[in-house]
């Protein structure tokens, strides 16, 4: 088969996100300067030679605490939003394909946890677990893993009834065969677009529970707080509040672009089309 | 018919593209309907019959442009009309019954004021006059409690029902022309009749003509006076019904006549052990219950005793509700039964789930009715047939391929199809795929659920006549479910008739289709047409039982209640 020719929101979603990530990864180990270092002289500085993007009321770098901070939140998004995947595929996939008593109880719990709006669901975990960044993944991990389970259950609840399903298991193949082999990989298309929406969803989570004062602690710089810090300098210095909100809406652009060009790529039905 | 009655519909030379590739989908299509005149356009799906027929009313897709010839109703152009002319013509002067009945009516109307929606936009009629003929037409279409139906939504009706009721809509508003796009095709064989001769005499009634659409050929022949073949968006002959079918000129109309089921000479009655023997089986669904308490169940199948013996062909046929699909179900292992048991080669089955019935899942396999449904999207095909091989013991992975290989050749598509995907398939391909995922395993023992009935009638015949090459080549036993009585014709050794869950009558083929005993075999009989070869390659309409050719020869009605009321509001 012919490679297909990348797609134009596959080659800019990819571009933005290889850059992100890129900045992430670099951002673990190297930053041009030491993001927590202060620098009182320096203060609300403006993006010049000196700091690429100027400085913040300590004095820090911007440039060095976006890339730290994209980092810290980069991870944590993934992380949760792979934890909500993970577990709300294989809790909508159990409940929609052996139905019954167990698909009743499980889903009265997920539609408890739905009703709660998920920010408020994630104050109330970050409450028990503590604020700091296992404390968020775990809270938002919870927090959307409901939302997954109702999508991939609706999706297996109308697959179960097509005939290839039956086929399967005349074929004489096991209930867990059937699942993983036919009733799994369709989903994926959903479950993808789903992801991604998420990923976006994370991020902003964070930037938001950072900026109320729940996420990771400071110093260390996350999107959301320095988002949130910026907010009392907004007229002295607006590029405090601008980039970490650019790096946020571009990384979500990214994100989405991707999505869709995943889910296209995905469906057999496109292949070779282009 | 005089020469010089100029004709209610004349479509010259019309050719419509898609606006964007430039394809031709219909090419130089001509015909005329007259005044009263009973007409059917034939032809396969993609031959753009659908097309033309939605062209006249200007109801064509916005991707498909016109692109020459002309149709005139009532000797105005169609396309020159202005937007109220237009709509004046839709509804009022030409009605359409659409081909599915379950989407066609609003769900979220009751069906009294969706009827009463016509006659606003096209009559002038007080609210008590417009109810009065809503009511009279409704009785005239056999809907008994005409009041509650006017309360009603349509999800309260069957299909056939709704279709009724779509057909009261439309003659409410007393059409000239009635363009009906397959309008049975969804329907059950028994209501298929009472629909199709409804509508022909309501339309000899009001003096209304009708242009049917339809794929199938019986159907034509039995009530129009005119037929139009169509092939790949031309028209490749057309005539009067019965001259037509007797001597078909072009190539296709012989290949479309030759596609109907014929009988084949029956094998020798097949004796001995039975291979798949089914005793006293039962199946009751569970009924929806509330939250605390149970509801009823429902009795899908009462008491079954059926035996197939290797290598035979056993047709289960009965209109949808008879449980015959569940019959097949149950054998197939898919539905768990609530009583009774399977029997295969003298060992039970069902009751040991996995372990115990190896032998029954290694040589009992099924096709399925949808081919759109009944293979994996994501699987290619070639990976699709070599699932079924999974579970046979000791196969290495080269003589699986090989295994596939053959398979594919035998359906008839060639290995090269083995890395194609679904998608990339026809109806019937897809369904030649799933043949050979059935057979790949070599299995004794076949359940064949309505497995051409999704097929273009050509297509059905190549389906169906592989499907009776392969069992006489392999020679396993098959449980063929069908309502489609021509196929079961052709391919069943012995047929079983069901009604309501259990079994009315069974009996070699012969004796069946000749003389049947039950009183709902009969029925079921004479709601197809036969046709039977003439000499000359053609065919004709063979009734087959006396009465029929009467019931069929629908009489001319005198002016009923709702015509003479129609008159009143109808200026």
Redesign the interface.
């Known amino acids: 088969m012919k490679t297909a020719r990348i797609a134009p929101n596959a080659l800019v979603g990819g571009v933005i996100m290889a850059g992100v990530l890129g900045c992430a990864l670099l951002g673990a180990f190297w930053t041009p300067r030491d993001p927590l270092a202060l620098d009182f002289a320096a203060r609300l500085a403006p993006p010049g030679a000196g700091h690429w993007l100027g400085t913040d009321e300590f004095g820090r770098d911007v440039a060095s605490r976006l890339m730290a901070g994209a980092a810290t939140s980069a991870w944590i998004s993934l992380l949760s939003v792979v934890s909500a995947v993970g577990f709300g595929t294989a809790l909508g996939v159990l409940t929609g394909y052996l139905r019954g008593t167990f698909d009743r109880i499980a889903m009265a719990f997920n539609d408890a946890l739905l009703a709660f709006p998920g920010m408020l669901l994630a104050l109330g975990l970050l409450a028990v677990f503590g604020a700091n960044r296992w404390g968020i993944i775990a809270a938002l991990a919870i927090a959307y893993t409901p939302s997954v389970t109702r999508v991939v259950r609706g999706t297996v609840l109308s697959l179960r009834e097509r005939e290839f399903v039956d086929a399967s298991r005349v074929m004489g193949n096991s209930e867990l065969f059937t699942m993983a082999r036919h009733v799994l990989p369709n989903c994926i298309a959903p479950i993808a677009v789903l992801a991604t929406s998420m990923f976006g969803w994370a991020l902003l989570s964070e930037s938001a529970l950072s900026f109320l004062g729940l996420g990771v602690p400071p110093p260390a710089p996350t999107w959301g707080n320095m988002l949130a810090a910026s907010r009392p300098h907004f007229e002295q210095a607006v590029w405090l509040g601008i980039f970490p909100g650019v790096c946020i809406s571009l990384t979500l652009l990214g994100i989405n672009l991707l999505g869709d060009a995943l889910r296209d790529r995905l469906d057999p039905r496109m292949r070779g089309t282009r | 018919m005089t020469k010089n009655d100029s004709p209610l519909v004349r479509v010259h030379d019309l050719s419509l593209e898609v606006a964007a590739s430039g394809k031709r989908v219909v090419d130089s299509v001509g015909f005329e309907v007259r005044a009263g005149e009973l007409v059917g356009i034939v032809g396969e799906s993609g031959s753009g019959k659908t097309l033309v027929a939605r062209a006249l009313m200007r109801l064509e897709p916005a991707a498909i442009a016109h692109a020459g010839g002309a149709i005139e109703i009532d000797g105005r152009d169609v396309r020159a009309l202005a937007p109220a002319a237009l709509r004046a013509l839709r509804g009022g002067r030409v009605g359409m019954v659409f081909q599915e009945p379950m989407t066609s009516l609003n769900p979220a109307m009751r069906i009294g004021r969706q009827l009463e929606e016509g006659l606003v936009r096209h009559r002038r009629a007080s609210a008590a006059e417009r109810r009065a003929l809503i009511a009279a037409m409704l009785a005239r279409v056999g809907i008994d409690d005409v009041e509650r139906a006017l309360a009603a939504y349509p999800h309260e009706f069957s299909g056939g029902m709704r279709q009724r009721i779509m057909l009261a809509s439309v003659m409410l508003l007393r059409p000239a022309l009635l363009i009906a796009d397959e309008p049975t095709t969804a329907l059950d064989a028994l209501v298929q009749r009472e629909v199709v001769e409804l509508m022909v005499e309501l339309a000899r009634s009001e003096g209304t003509a009708v242009l049917m659409i339809s794929h199938d050929l019986s159907m034509v022949a039995r009530y129009t006076d005119r037929v139009v073949v169509m092939c790949e968006g031309r028209v490749v002959e057309q005539g009067a019904t019965g001259a037509l079918m007797a001597q078909p000129q072009h190539p296709y109309t012989r290949r479309l006549l030759d596609a109907m089921p014929r009988r084949l000479t029956a094998k020798t009655p097949l004796v001995g052990a039975p291979l798949v023997e089914v005793r006293g089986l039962t199946v009751d669904y569970p009924g929806r219950g509330g939250l605390f308490k149970r509801g009823a169940a429902r009795r899908a199948l009462h008491g079954i005793d059926l035996a197939i013996a290797p290598g035979e062909v056993v047709a289960v046929v009965g209109a949808s509700g008879s449980g015959k699909t569940t019959l097949g ?1 149950v054998i ?3 539905v768990r039964a609530s009583g009774g048991e399977v029997r295969f080669a003298g060992h039970g089955v069902g009751a040991a789930r ?1 372990g115990g019935s ?1 032998d029954y ?2 040589n ?3 096709v ?3 081919p759109y ?7 290619s095909v070639g990976g ?1 047939i070599g ?2 091989l ?2 046979v013991p000791g196969l290495g992975a080269g003589e699986k391929a090989t295994r596939v290989a053959e398979s594919l050749d035998e359906v008839g598509l060639g290995s090269a199809y083995a ?1 194609r ?1 679904p ?1 990339e398939l026809s109806g019937g391909q897809r369904q030649r795929v ?1 043949i050979a ?1 059935a057979l790949v395993r070599r299995p004794k023992f076949v359940v064949a659920d309505e497995p051409v009935s999704a097929l273009d009638m050509t297509v059905r015949a190549q389906v169906l006549d592989l499907l009776a090459d392969l069992q006489r080549r392999h020679g396993f036993a098959c449980l063929f479910i069908s309502h489609d009585l021509s196929a079961v014709e052709q391919i069943a050794d012995r047929v079983v008739v069901m009604q309501d869950g259990r079994i009315v009558e069974q009996g070699l083929r012969d004796a069946i289709f000749d003389r049947p005993r039950h009183a709902y075999t009969r029925r079921l009989l004479s709601a197809i047409p036969a046709l039977e070869a003439t000499g000359s390659g053609g065919v004709r309409l063979r009734w087959r039982f006396d009465g029929d050719a009467q019931a069929a020869a629908v009489p001319r009605h005198a002016a009923s209640a709702i015509t003479a009321e129609a008159a009143l509001v109808g200026r």
């Open positions: 179900r197939a292992g898919l996995r190896r899942r290694l009992c396999q099924m399925f009715q949808d449904s009944s293979l994996d999207p994501r699987m699709a699932e079924a999974r579970h890395l995907f998608h799933a995922r």
